[in-house]
């Protein structure tokens, strides 16, 4: 029983390394930060501003969501990272498609004759890690989107500047000129101000949703030059330039780093694609990978060290710009 047990935690802790290191880097310290001195800035008008919102929030609820609000772990962190991916998704349909799969998976599994509690664990981590993953690929698609058609929108804004329009206006017509993510949030932005919302503060929650620097360094210079003056059209074409120059050096990034990406992926799942065959063809003889000790040390002893390899390509071809 002693050796079963410690294959499971193996296998969790493998998976735990797998999925922290090719997760992208966290951004959680620099919105606190950012957060605080927003607070600092409007003081009591923030605090009212966010009462009224939770209270809104609460009232668009429902009851799922409000159960699965109390279950799973950082429900305010959970529902900010289903409003980066733009969509209507909600926190308790999130929790009911995670229990759902978690449910259907370890019912394969023990069909397929499994021991419980490897089935319940590999349901689990399937249950909790494929919605987890799909949120994941949907906000960094829309994100890239959004970073893309960025300088587009800078550029639109510069000319809007130099004709003579305000700051505030020309946001507006951004929203409506351009399509996609970006015209989305300069849309928000837009109606944020029109029911009273300063602009620094529309933008800043806006910057804390996408948590994307590019858009950062737009907050950024728009407050800088709004505290120190200057030609705001200028600066905002500088900084157009750079964050073209800026994708540019990504892709190239992106480009070198790709065959190495390949062939980690590739080495990473080629052991359990051959596991899966093999007991698709033959169950009976893989089984005896949870029946005999020394096959169970032996595998958690490769589960190890595959997760320890793949956390050292990651960080590896790993570049932050």
């Known amino acids: 029983m002693m050796p079963f047990v ?21 951004a959680g310290r620099a919105q606190s930060r950012r957060i605080a001195a927003l607070r600092d800035r409007h003081g009591d008008a923030l605090v009212v501003a966010e009462a009224q919102l939770r209270r809104i929030s609460m009232n ?33 349909q999130y ?26 664990l590999f349901g689990v981590f399937v249950g909790v890690g494929l919605p987890h993953f799909l949120v994941g690929k949907t906000i960094g698609r829309r994100v890239g989107r959004f970073t893309a058609k960025f300088p ?6 510069v000319r809007g ?8 206006e020309t946001i507006g ?12 949030e300069f849309r928000a932005v837009s109606d944020k101000m029109k029911i009273g919302r300063t602009m620094d503060a529309a933008l800043q929650e806006t ?9 950062q360094f737009f907050v950024i210079t728009i407050a800088i030059q709004r505290e120190t003056g200057g030609n705001l059209a200028e600066t905002l074409a500088n900084l157009s330039n750079v964050l073209r120059l800026r994708g540019q050096m990504k892709l190239k ?69």
């Open 6 to 26: 410690l294959v499971i935690v193996g296998a969790s802790i493998v998976l735990a390394m797998v999925a922290l290191a090719f997760s992208g880097p966290s």
């Open 60 to 92: 668009r609820d429902t009851r799922m969501d409000l159960a699965f609000t109390r279950i799973l772990p950082n429900p305010v962190q959970l529902a900010k990272r289903l409003a980066m991916t733009g969509k209507t998704w909600t926190v308790g």
């Open 95 to 120: 929790g009911l498609a995670t229990a759902g799969i978690a449910l259907v998976v370890a019912a394969l599994m023990l069909l397929k004759g499994l021991p419980i509690l490897l089935a319940l």
């Open 152 to 157: 587009d929108a800078i550029d639109l804004l």
């Open 161 to 168: 500047l130099r004709s003579g329009l305000p700051i505030s």
């Open 173 to 184: 017509v951004v929203g409506h000129e351009i399509d996609g993510p970006v015209g989305e």
């Open 207 to 215: 910057a804390d949703r996408l948590g994307t620097p590019e858009f």
């Open 253 to 321: 990034i992106k480009a070198m780093s790709s065959e190495s990406k390949a062939s980690a992926y590739i080495i990473g799942a080629l052991p359990f694609i051959v596991f899966a065959m093999i007991w698709v063809i033959n169950g009976t003889y893989m089984q005896k990978f949870f029946i005999d000790e020394r096959l169970m040390v032996l595998g958690m002893g490769g589960m190890v060290w595959m997760g320890i390899g793949a956390f050292i390509m990651s960080k590896m071809i790993s570049f932050e710009i």
